[in-house]
């Protein structure tokens, strides 16, 4: 009796033992059946969808600044940095440093992975004609209606080099007369009042980029007040470098489509560009070179000039005296030079000699507009880099014939 009472007792620890074994393995089913869902099993109604792979892109951008003091253009700790590329791919990256500060990163997951794509990148939104403000101060202005667009597209890498925005916006300097506190402007057809103002300010409006600006001025108590347009500054074509001399760079060389250009060469003093050939140089000993002579003025209009000697001597001190802050890269196809305000690239044109173009991809020659004196032969003063070896790398201030070939890239000043 008691083997049999053993036997029984023996049974059924088995039994629930199996039975314990057998459910576990009935629980586990669907955690399977799920896990070959997500392989790809269209057999089971329950499919769950894949996530797809997320891929990190980070973005260092430098701010081009207004060259007025005090200005605050600053990156903010809310900014946000959309990337696009091709015809629907975008991503908006946060601000991870930098807040504070002209130069800041960005990053952010995307779903696909752009090592191979052409990006660009913008910050903010376009001002449009309709929603034109005015400000008692250009900081005010700045502050709160930046449209940033880099100024050329790149092509992203773990260690991309950083890129530039340039401020998309126009703002139009209005002096008010005594006791006039409100005015007009009409912006492309579209007519903005601007009051509440005090009598005599200086006022900003931001105007979009490319807008025809018309002034019709309202009266105050019943008498009419001229409003003194003190200065306008179209930020789309020019680069601040904080330069000490007070001028802006333009992007592009002259006779360029895009940044990446080579442009015209030009005699010294000539106003002719070409790209083979050859022109006169301007044999006068007027120093600096006279607007009538000077191309970045015919070309351009009467606020453009070609660079001084001493105005190159700041890209020259980027390269070899630089401060903290100043980079200068030396890239593929041309020279960087960066500041805490902005950044400018020329472009390695090469030079013009025996009328064909020479060392493209090499040398780059930029005219300045001062003469240089030499007895023997008509010269003035012109600004080189190499790019061509790692031990021959150099941007310089030189001299050379008023008849070779050279790039120009014009500056503007902004009073």
Known sequence: MKKLNFFL???????????????????????????????????????????????????????????ETGI?????????????????????LGLISGAGTMTATFSGEVAENVND????????????????????????????????????????SENIDPITLVNQNSYLHIKLADSQTK???????????FNTFTSGHEIWVVVPAGKNVKGNLI???????????????????VVDLGSSKGVLWTLKNLGAETPNDYGYFYAWGGTRGYNSGSDDPYTGDENPLPSSNDAATIVLGAEYRMPTKDELQELENISQYPKEGDICSYEIDGV???????????PAAGGCYGGERNAAREYGFYWSSSLFYDESELQAYDFGFCIKAENDKYARVGNTSRSHGRSVRAVRYIN
């Not at 399977?32 to 792979?53: A, H, Y």
């Not at 009266?219 to 074509?237: E, L, P, Q, Y």
């Open 117 to 156: 794509q052409t990006l660009t990148a913008h910050l903010g939104s376009p001002i449009t004609s309709t929603s034109t403000v005015g400000f008692t101060s250009l900081a005010d202005a700045v502050k709160s209606n930046c449209y940033f667009v880099s100024d050329k597209s790149f092509a992203y």
């Open 9 to 67: 007792l023996g049974a059924m620890i088995f039994a629930l033992t199996f039975s314990s074994c057998k459910k576990n393995d009935d629980e586990s089913q669907p955690e399977m059946s799920s896990i070959e869902n997500n392989s790809g099993n269209s057999d089971n109604p329950s499919n769950t969808e894949v996530t797809p792979d997320k891929f990190t892109i980070t973005v260092k951008a430098v701010k081009t600044g207004l060259g």
């Open 219 to 237: 009266s105050v108590g019943g008498k009419c007040f001229d409003a003194a347009i003190v200065n306008t500054i179209d930020r789309t074509d």
């Open 72 to 92: 605050d253009e600053n990156f903010q700790a809310t900014d946000k940095l959309v990337v696009t590329w091709g015809t629907k791919g975008s991503v908006e």
């Open 183 to 193: 005015f007009d402007l009409e912006i492309d057809g579209n007519r903005f009042t």
């Open 336 to 346: 960087t030079f960066t500041t805490p305000y902005g950044s400018v690239y020329l």
